[in-house]
């Protein structure tokens, strides 16, 4: 049986604040006993990253792998084993280089994650980066993993998740810039040669946010293709790649935080309103296999032939060259809006609880947000949980609205192909 998100905040809370206030001194005493004998950090030559739950970050997280990668650092890579899928799309990380704990029962959450400080240790990571800003466990990896550069967020005087004294080098998290420049100041961190208090005292360009593309294998782009004209061809509708447009319709998120979600029914009046604007067009209703069920009322309410569920049709690795076939995507705020960006899909992306100035994807995506006064509602401050059960965040987004952003991207696709 998995564990729930709720279960895995209450064990974060109840058992890590406790483990945090033991490991601290004890951490801090091994230091202390390294910097008697002379054992510094030194540069970073074994680089590891940890970021368990969010698979989104694993694209987000590249541009700052990139950099220590070109500062000479090997690169390694902690995640949960349901997510591992994510570091695959751009092979940043070497693939016997990520380890990975099994979240799905607290068996085997402990089993692999006593095996995991077995394996920092054999591997002689020197140096930890946690990108987590909501986590105790990650805290107590970070400071048990032996490694003697350990990089991360740190609360100072702020308000926030205490996660004890787990690093050596602490960096404040800036709440007014992009993730993907606070995952740099990580970097600047780890490599630099003076303490600062806080890290990060330099400035990160918009240069500097580039996320490399995915390489696609052209026999994958077949397959997908011929899987999307053999649903087609089923349905009874003829598809032809050439003359009709591809659009992706991706109506859940994760459980991580269901505020997220667009209704159901939006999703249905937007496939409705896309086949009315566009009715030569193919578009798919895509999700995981898990998901088959609640696409399939999305795709039953919107009563469109030529809208088909694609739920479950392709793999994770396969994500790349569906994406690259299609025109144009509409998505939660959720991985996909993620992943699409290792490709030049255009996508559209709803947020609510959380906020595109932050979170937004850096491919070539345009973020819709109703801006209303509570929101984003979640932060590093409350866990990432929010007491709101009504979110008129995502409520307020009309269909209106998407469909002319939608209708935005695809009119730029239809000219970049012309050129």
């Known amino acids: 049986m998995s564990i ?11 058992v890590g604040v406790p483990l945090c206030a033991v490991a601290s001194p004890f951490v801090a005493l091994i230091d202390g006993v390294k910097n008697i004998f002379g054992r510094g950090a030194g540069t970073p030559e074994k680089l590891l990253f940890i970021e368990l739950s969010e698979m989104g970050s694993a694209i987000l997280v590249d541009p700052a792998m990139r950099n220590a990668q070109a500062r000479g650092a090997e690169l390694f890579f902690l995640i949960f084993k349901s997510n591992r899928a994510s570091l695959t799309l751009l092979n940043t990380v070497k693939p016997e280089n990520i380890f990975t704990i099994d979240s799905s029962s607290l068996g085997g959450l402990i089993k692999d994650t006593l095996k995991f400080l077995v394996l920092a240790r054999k ?18 990896l970070t400071g048990l993993c032996g490694a003697r550069r350990r990089v991360g967020y740190h609360i100072f005087h702020g308000e926030g998740l205490w996660r004890g004294f787990m690093l050596t080098r602490k960096v404040h998290y800036n709440p007014h ?29 918009d240069s500097e946010v580039r996320l490399e593309q ?37 109506p859940n998120a994760s459980d991580l935080l269901p505020q997220r979600r667009w209704a159901q029914q939006r999703f249905s009046e937007l496939i409705q309103a896309l086949n ?23 795709r039953v309410v919107a009563n469109v032939k030529n809208a088909l569920n694609f739920a479950g049709q392709v793999s994770f690795a396969e994500l790349p060259p569906l994406y690259t076939l299609s025109d144009v995507m509409v998505t939660n705020d959720s991985g996909p809006g993620h992943f699409s960006a290792v490709t030049p899909l255009r996508t559209v992306v709803l947020f609510g609880p959380e906020t595109p100035a932050l979170y937004g994807s850096i491919g070539r995506s345009i973020a819709i947000t109703a801006n209303l006064a509570c929101s984003p509602c979640v932060s590093a401050a409350n866990h990432r949980k929010t007491p709101c059960h009504d979110n ?21 696709a239809d000219q970049e192909k012309a050129r």
């Open 123 to 140: 591997h002689r990571i020197d140096t930890v980066i946690d990108l987590e800003l909501f986590s105790r466990f990650t805290a107590l």
């Open 276 to 298: 009315q604007r566009y009715p030569n067009d193919l578009i798919l209703i895509t999700g995981s296999p898990a998901e088959f069920d609640y696409v399939e009322k999305v």
């Open 177 to 205: 810039i992009h993730i993907t420049k606070n995952f740099l100041s990580l970097i600047h961190a780890a490599f630099a040669k003076d303490i600062e208090v806080p890290f990060s005292k330099i400035h990160i360009a």
């Open 392 to 412: 008129v965040c995502m409520q307020a987004i009309t269909v209106a609205q998407v469909l002319e952003k939608m209708a935005h991207q695809l009119n730029e």
């Open 214 to 250: 995915a390489k696609i294998d052209p026999v994958a782009v077949s397959k997908v293709r011929e899987r999307i004209e053999k649903l087609a061809t089923g349905a009874g509708i003829t598809f032809n790649q050439g003359k009709q447009r591809l659009i992706l319709v991706n």
């Open 4 to 14: 729930s998100v709720n279960t895995m905040r209450a064990i974060d809370h109840w």
